[in-house]
């Protein structure tokens, strides 16, 4: 890591005190801000949870019985119409310039905002998985599953001992950054390209992994919106892709929602091209799902995926996720209970060593066309979300100051390592009584 990374990281340790609350810029009839920062009180339950959620609000953070969202006036009226208390927390905008601005610096247009120059932009994820496979040529590749909307590669960097062939041995799959403004995501993807191979010849533990799976991670899953986010040394709140909406003048769609598994299926995604939980038009609308779903298919070798195991890191709230996300029933059509119970199994064990939260996807509230159900419905991939670091928070919980990255990186080591232990574990067999909740086997 460079010098000048190093006392970015030192100079964001000066601004952990959390933000003040601003006073909102109120819209002259509701008296609501633009983008407001709210607690919704009375959320205490998953289907209440979910009925949040389908108001379109940009759901940031949940904590008991409340949930911390960014909303809209109208949102904001149509919450309060359904019985749900508000408890103002400031105005969005307001609150992004004061967060950007806090290490009282000038920011570089380009770059992250001053105090927070530890995190990496794409062109310095880009140079970092580059200098990975230079140095480490002999157990690292990089390649490209396909382009961004505005032309960005998006990388992916094999770990393996013998990376530069297509072995036998089963895979493993990290991607980060679906959502443009979880940037301690993409550090989590450099923390594992790091640790694997610059540990690789002193770490006994280390070397086993890699000598007997193969490996992928893909730091950078939206890059169009992640630059963006930080568009003039300044963060904007920005959560989805980059591409303009046909006859609509939105831009965006939420890429966790664009994936054609129960796409648009059960109102766990928005039908408005404006709201942060936008579905996009169709399925695979976007080009980065589309580039990610493709390489994950040509996975399947000889009619069987190679790829066994998935972690699709976020932020925030600290939780371990399995599918389903577009039901609340335990099991479901493709998902026996001897499935969920290894699900729940492993998410637990994964838990148990970093503190997270671990549930079932639904139990927070209902999403569908998410990639967790995507690569569990269609191809059997183990596939979880972890939320990581902080618990809750608000606007710190987006941008946490860059001084976290390595404490909060490091804290899901052991989680990694169980998981991709896990890809060479047999799958569970369903006894001949085992029915999902339609009743099919």
């Not at 100079?11 to 601003?22: D, K, R, S």
């Not at 796409?263 to 169709?282: F, I, K, N, Q």
Request: glycine share 10%.
């Amino acid at each position: 890591m460079s010098t000048r990374r190093r006392i970015g990281g030192a100079l964001a340790a000066t601004g952990l005190a959390l933000l003040a609350v601003t006073t909102p810029v109120a819209n002259a009839r509701t008296g609501d801000p633009a983008r407001g920062l709210y607690s919704v009180e009375g959320a205490s339950t998953a289907e209440k949870r979910t009925e949040v959620a389908r108001a379109g609000v940009d759901v940031a953070g949940s904590r008991g019985g409340a949930l911390t969202v960014v909303a809209t006036p109208a949102q904001a009226a149509s919450l309060r119409a359904n019985g749900f208390g508000l408890k103002p927390l400031g105005d969005f905008d307001s609150m992004l310039k004061q967060r950007s601005d806090r290490a009282g610096t000038a920011a570089v247009a380009g770059d992250f905002p001053p105090g927070d120059e530890a995190y990496h932009t794409y062109a310095e994820t880009t140079a970092e998985l580059r200098k990975a496979a230079k140095d480490h040529g002999d157990i690292a590749t990089l390649s490209s599953v396909g382009k961004s909307y505005e032309g960005r590669e998006l990388n992916l960097l094999k770990i393996s001992d013998n990376a530069g062939t297509d072995e036998t041995e089963p895979e493993v799959l990290f991607t980060c950054n679906q959502h443009a403004r979880e940037h301690l995501t993409t550090e989590m993807c450099l923390r594992i390209v790091q640790r694997f191979t610059s540990g690789y010849a002193s770490d006994p533990a280390l070397k086993k992994l890699v000598d007997e799976h193969e490996i992928f991670v893909l730091p950078n899953v939206n890059p169009d919106g992640s630059e963006y986010d930080i568009a003039g040394g300044e963060y904007q709140g920005w959560r989805k892709t980059r591409k303009p909406v046909p006859g609509s003048g939105a831009i965006g769609t939420d890429p966790n929602r664009n994936w054609d598994y129960k796409w648009s299926c059960c109102g766990g995604s928005s039908d408005d091209p404006s709201a942060a939980d936008y579905h996009g038009p169709s399925a695979f609308s976007e080009p980065e799902t589309k580039a990610v779903a493709e390489f994950v298919d040509s996975r399947v070798v000889g009619g069987a995926q190679q790829i066994k195991t998935h972690i699709d890191f976020h932020t925030f709230s600290e939780l371990v996720l399995w599918p389903y996300g577009y039901t609340q029933a335990e099991t479901d059509t493709g998902l026996s209970a001897e499935e969920a119970k290894r699900f729940a199994d492993v998410g637990k064990k994964m838990a148990a060593t970093n503190g997270y939260t671990p549930e079932q996807s639904s139990d927070l509230y209902v999403t569908d066309g998410d990639v967790n159900d995507w690569a569990w419905g269609k191809h059997k991939i183990l596939s979880y979300t972890f939320e990581m670091y902080p618990k809750d928070g608000g606007i710190d919980g987006f941008y946490p100051p860059a001084s976290v990255i390595p404490e909060q990186t490091a804290r899901n080591d052991k989680a990694v390592d169980i998981l991709i232990t896990e890809a060479g574990a047999p799958a569970p067999t369903a006894s001949p009584s085992s029915k999902s909740a339609d009743g099919r086997t």
